[in-house]
């Protein structure tokens, strides 16, 4: 099940339009994961030095999806592409322990944005499919997501490459959109 199913399902007024912003760290999957959800191919993905957008068009429907890079020096732009946010999902590589609190601070920063204020967020707990990976309720506390007042938020355990547990995902952020907007 791809984008076009997903739009069916937000669809609640013609030519509504929702601006998803797909965030996280580099190398976390994000690329990978909006490949997945465009029914892509995903076996040759570089870095992202810039951005991806992906806009979907379905019977008056427009869903566009904003993959911006994760490595350091292009992180300070992200703030450029907040305004009109509807969804922010941010992505975390689930296996690399390392990073948790690189990632952890970064999520932190983005949730204390006045522009992404009251924006539900996705968190997608990646890499599942690794032996290494924390699950998802292990990155819940030690980012202490239990603390997050200001808006609805989800932690999906997902694998972006097999597709496992994108659609459960999706499902929650349809669900919040259409929450949002009524």
Known sequence: MGLLSILRKLKSTPDQEVRILLLGLDNGGKTTLLKQ????????????????????????????????????????????????????????????????????????????????SGVPVLIFANKQDLLTAAPASEIAEGLNLHTIRDRVWQIQSCSALTGEGVQDGMNWLCKSVNAKKK
């Open 37 to 116: 959800l465009a029914s892509e191919d995903i076996s040759h993905i570089t870095p992202t030095q810039g951005f991806n957008i992906k806009s979907v068009q379905s019977q008056g429907f427009k869903l566009n999806v904003w993959d911006i890079g994760g490595q350091r020096k292009i992180r300070p732009y992200w703030r450029n592409y907040f305004e009109n946010t509807d969804v922010l999902i941010y992505v975390i590589d689930s296996a690399d322990r390392k990073r948790f609190e690189e990632t952890g601070q970064e999520l932190a920063e983005l949730l204390d944005e006045e522009k992404l």
